[in-house]
């Protein structure tokens, strides 16, 4: 019943404004900032805006997406339901947690912008200590058992929870070195990156403002 | 207990001195600990099996002392280039009962973040998982195979190392040599024999390559042994010890070998040992099968003949919850005529037992 993936695979890039990123179809995403800046959409208690497309189509149900752009740059998909499950559903959907987006983020003072998923995975596994340009990296993790930690580990890693505390329980207990440190929440990952140039961490799309940037994938 | 070491006052005085500099105390140490939890049984009262040099172990009632352990690690770091680290560790050694002792003492010095220096006691880093094979959640198996991680005479070493790290981009390798001389001394006893092997002047290097997927490593390491009984020096030797391992693990398929070469100098105490490991990783479940062997020259009526000693194993691991995983293997045995891996052998014995083991491996 509930559909929270993304619209569209590749995720696209458009330029908002200045170089903003999205994951959704470009006309989608654009579409859909036009509605939030119309207004026509609601403000949830995230401070993103929830907005609600009905999208008309000639064969099949009708159905209505439920939305969500971020600070006016970021357009997620929260849920895509058919007409008929709309009324009951949309208004918890609307406020209930988005399955995590996660992307690696960096402070925008750093002079990092672009790095693999395999060169960010060297670093939180404790492989490599520096980033490709030579300067020391700090891997911030988030909380053990968040579901933004499990995703990053998934998606970047390709390792589930008990594989990432194996490798660790491998290092730690041979005396090479210990795990990265964790921060409590998004608030504080957000002021760690933005006071620390060197440091690196990984958040929910939804959480990103101006002081972090995402590293751009090669 | 031997082996407590010197340098602990010092690594101890250096953690103080460089904390009360910049006041961030709570920040330079870390506690960790591990441990396992295990029970075996075999089909069998007319042998006893036993892993590495252990003296006891399982039969047709359960042991639980066969695989469990317990480990305390604590560490200081004062600065990025300095650290300390101290791990207690009590399992079943080369006696019947649990013992206590530093597995790891020493200090860590990196001049930079590829080079790093140690001085203290180590394990001495015969296999590809030599330094972890203690901590269960930290593999796959329930417990490495014995017909090759059973060869080694000595586990821990006094001295020093040093790691070279290159990053090569899809391969990060490592380099790594030491030198010192094992400690404590291996006991070996049984019925009419009691012999203590010490070991000098050891020195080894091993290279590691690693990739996402791929680990290769291979290693040399030599030392001088002495067989002793009743303080009588019986035997004075060499001892060469080569390894090469592979393991993969990618889309779910996990995949480990080794091959390991034991040489003494006397073709009676030459050792080739070898395993195969295959699992599959199905969500939280990773079912694997072992199959491991070992070759050895054996002295029989003024010849040298060869010996077998294959184990198969079937397993399963499992991670339901977070921090503990659970485990259960099952192996059938076959022994050399003399012994590895049964000890207590009853003229009757057939030489082969299949042993059920349970585990509950933790870390903290």
């Known amino acids: 019943m509930r559909d929270s993936r993304t619209v569209c695979q590749p995720p696209l890039r458009i330029t908002v404004g200045p170089s903003h990123h999205t994951d959704v179809e470009s006309d989608y995403a654009i579409e859909a900032m036009a509605d939030a800046q119309r207004n026509q959409c609601h403000h949830s208690e995230r401070d993103d805006v929830v907005c609600r497309r009905r999208v008309r189509r000639s064969r099949g149900p009708q159905r209505v997406d439920v939305f969500r752009v971020v600070k006016g740059s970021y357009v997620t998909l929260v849920s895509r339901i058919g007409w008929g499950a709309f009324l009951g559903l949309s208004l918890s959907l609307a406020v209930s947690p988005v399955r995590a987006d996660v992307v690696a983020v960096i402070s925008s003072t750093s002079a990092v912008t672009t790095l693999s998923k395999a060169q960010v995975t060297d670093i939180f596994l404790g492989k490599v200590s520096r980033f490709p340009n030579g300067t020391l990296a700090t891997p911030i993790d988030q909380v053990e058992g968040s579901p933004a930690r499990d995703e990053f580990y998934a998606t970047y890693a390709g390792q589930s929870p008990a594989q990432i505390k194996s490798h660790w329980a491998k290092i730690i207990f041979t005396g090479r070195g210990q795990p990265p440190k964790a921060a409590a929440n998004n608030a504080e990952i957000r002021k760690l990156l933005a006071a620390n140039p060197q440091a690196i961490s990984y958040i929910e799309r939804s959480a990103l403002d101006s002081s972090i940037r995402v590293l751009v994938q090669p | ?364």
């Open chain 2, 1 to 364: 207990m031997r082996s407590r070491p010197r340098f602990l006052g010092l690594l101890l005085t250096f953690a103080a001195g460089s904390a009360a500099a910049d006041g961030n105390f709570a920040d330079m140490f870390s506690y960790n600990g591990f441990g396992t939890a295990g029970v075996a049984r075999s089909n069998t009262n007319e042998a006893v099996f036993v892993i590495n040099n252990q003296m006891a172990g399982a039969s047709e009632s359960f042991d639980y002392k066969t695989d469990s352990k317990l480990g305390l690690q604590g560490t200081v770091k004062p600065t990025d280039w300095l650290s300390g680290t101290v791990q207690v560790l009590t399992e079943m050694r080369d006696s019947p009962q649990f013992t206590t002792q530093f597995e790891w003492a020493f200090l860590k010095v990196q001049p930079t973040t590829d080079l790093s220096i140690r001085y203290g006691k180590m394990k001495l880093p015969l296999f590809l998982v030599s330094d972890s094979r203690d901590i269960g959640y930290a593999t796959t198996w329930l417990r490495a195979p014995d017909p090759v991680y059973g060869e080694a005479l000595f586990d821990t070493y006094e001295g020093g190392d040093i790691s070279y790290k290159l990053d090569l981009g899809k391969y990060l390798v490592t380099a790594h040599a030491l030198i010192g001389a094992p400690n404590p001394a291996t006991q070996l006893a049984g019925p009419g024999f009691a012999k203590i092997f010490t070991g000098h002047h050891t020195y080894g290097y091993d290279f590691t390559a690693e990739s996402d997927i791929v680990t290769l490593r291979a290693s040399v390491l030599e030392l001088d042994y002495r067989t002793y009984a009743a303080n009588t020096l019986l035997q004075d030797g060499k001892y060469h010890f080569y390894s090469v391992g592979a393991a993969y693990d990618h889309n779910n398929i996990i995949i480990q070998g080794e091959f390991i070469e034991l040489r003494t100098g006397d073709p009676i105490n030459a050792v080739n040992g070898w395993y195969v490991m295959g699992g599959y990783r199905l969500d939280k479940w990773v079912p694997y099968a072992i199959y491991a062997n070992d070759h050895q020259n054996q002295a029989a009526g003024g010849t040298v003949a060869e010996n077998n000693g294959p184990t198969e194993s079937l397993g399963v691991r499992v991670d339901l919850f977070k921090s503990v995983d659970f485990k259960a293997q099952f192996d059938h045995a076959k022994s050399f005529d003399y012994g590895t891996p049964f000890i207590n052998v009853q003229p009757r014995f057939s030489n082969k037992a299949n042993i059920f083991s349970l585990a509950a491996d933790f870390v903290f």
